[in-house]
């Protein structure tokens, strides 16, 4: 059976992107980064980092807000965000996570012209809330299958829960 699963992280770049990017290369783990463009400036070699590392870099928007109000002009923001992306990285991202989640059939559409598939996930361990280490471990393993995405985010007792995750034999894949 396989233990392959998508571990991916929201609401970077921030403290802990290095951090992850250390605990996913001791286990070999890849993992795709829903990147805030306002985020961005000053930690364009942290990304290139995770790119050369394998990782998949992808949206989260310009901001962290819903983007179901306009769905163009996020879009455009998105595009945005894309293109500081590609130029820390040297690819244009594929994906887009909207924040929260929050969708429609308007602003998926209004992302695909601008090349981004949007993507959701199947495993929310809620570590937002800041429950610690091993509840989000715990959250977590509780509801993985193989070929799960995980909804993570760049939070310091996420690290340690990653390396938890990982050292329990699930393997980490980007977004496919």
Do not use: K, N
């Amino acid at each position: 059976m396989s233990t392959e699963v998508a571990l991916t992280f929201d609401d970077g770049p921030g403290e802990v992107t290095g951090a992850l990017l250390d605990v996913l290369g001791r286990h070999g783990a890849r993992a795709t980064f829903f990147c805030v463009g306002e985020l961005i400036a000053g930690r364009e070699g942290e990304l290139a980092r995770a790119a050369r590392e394998g990782h998949e870099i992808a949206v989260h928007g310009w901001t962290h807000e819903d983007h179901r109000d306009d769905p163009e002009a996020r879009a455009a923001a998105a595009a945005r965000t894309a293109d500081l992306l590609e130029a820390a990285c040297g690819a244009r991202p594929r994906l887009f996570r909207p924040p929260y989640g929050y969708t429609s059939p308007q602003l998926e559409a209004a992302m695909a012209r601008r090349g981004l598939r949007t993507v959701l996930w199947d495993v929310d361990p809620r570590d937002w809330e800041d429950p610690g280490v091993q509840a989000v471990h715990e959250r977590t393993v509780a509801e993985l299958a193989p070929g799960a995405i995980v909804l993570l985010h760049e939070r310091p007792d996420t690290v340690a829960a990653v390396d938890l995750i990982l050292g329990a034999g699930w393997r980490s894949v980007t977004v496919r």
